[in-house]
């Protein structure tokens, strides 16, 4: 569906179906938290995957914020903050997961 509305250049639309499915599994994370009985569930997975979680969180933080208050500034004439704290995120947690896979 976000391709869709991209090729639409419904671009508000693709941009809510992604942070709007990242919300819903973030959700769905807490509900099985509470769920699961032998304690916090983060605790049972290796630091790389509780770092992906934390990451998704900061990446979904910064693009709500961005949303709410859009940034003037721009780096260069072409991306904002939240572009380069999304970027720098992503390369992070890939860094991460090659660098201890599992």
């Known amino acids: 569906m976000t ?3 991209w090729r639409l250049k419904a671009v508000d639309l693709a941009i809510g179906n992604l942070i709007g499915s990242n919300l819903f599994n973030l959700a769905i994370l807490a509900i099985d ?3 699961y009985l032998p304690g916090p569930l983060l ?3 290796s630091s790389a995957l ?3 979680a934390f990451a998704a969180i900061g990446m979904s ?3 709500v914020v961005a949303l709410m208050a859009p940034p003037r500034a721009r780096l260069l004439n ?3 903050w939240t572009s380069l704290l999304l970027v720098l995120l992503f390369f992070a947690n890939g860094w991460i997961h090659l660098r201890h896979p599992g």
């Open 33 to 35: 938290d509470i769920a």
């Open 78 to 80: 072409v991306a904002s």
């Open 43 to 45: 605790s049972q997975v």
């Open 3 to 5: 391709i869709a509305a």
């Open 50 to 52: 509780a770092f992906s």
């Open 61 to 63: 933080a910064a693009v």
